[in-house]
């Protein structure tokens, strides 16, 4: 399950920033540095699961993959060295790599789905994918379409196109 994992990699990264951390303050504030593996623990591991007792809305959806590559979400780098985007309305204008519609950074469990359906912060479950939210949207992604993020643009390619049962909890 995809949550599982960005739970290990919020834990880890909490260490190991808090190591960091540990080897520059030389132990000066410990309480601190408990609370802060606390809240990185939580923040990555929170939030995408629905709240007990809510009731599902079962479909079935087509999927497709993406990942933050140019390929999958239209940008290039332009002669500076700069993500730009490659098309459409801001063709040319600065591209913030990995940032969703919403705002957010994609990670393991960002869906993108028409907002229309599906309004930022629904929940979903995909079978074989695990639990994610609905972050972004796509020029592509219309009615019972939905695109599930994935860390490798080799992830995305293997899970290819596929239809799959999914329930789903609006916010």
């Not at 994992?5 to 190591?19: D, K, M, T």
């Not at 994610?132 to 293997?158: C, M, P, T, W």
Request: aromatic share 10%; proline share 4%; net charge positive.
């Amino acid at each position: 399950m995809i949550q599982s994992r960005s739970c290990e990699f919020a834990i880890a990264f909490g260490l190991l920033f808090v190591g960091l951390i540990i080897t520059l303050q030389q132990m000066k504030n410990l309480s601190k540095i408990i609370l802060l593996i606390l809240v990185v623990t939580a923040v990555g591991c929170s939030g995408t699961r629905p709240k007990n007792g809510a009731k599902p809305i079962v479909r079935e959806l087509l999927t497709t993959g993406y990942c933050k590559c140019g390929e999958c979400c239209g940008w290039k780098r332009n002669w500076y060295g700069r993500a730009v985007y490659s098309y459409g309305p801001n063709k040319g204008k600065k591209k913030v790599v990995g940032q969703t519609a919403s705002g957010t950074i994609a990670r393991p469990g960002t869906i993108a789905a028409d907002t229309k359906l599906y309004p930022f912060g629904t929940i979903i479950y995909i079978e074989g994918y695990g639990y994610g939210r609905v972050e972004d949207r796509g020029g592509a992604i219309n009615g019972q379409h939905i695109d599930l993020y994935f860390r490798s643009h080799k992830q995305a390619l293997e899970w290819g196109r596929r239809t799959v049962k999914a329930r789903i909890w609006k916010p």
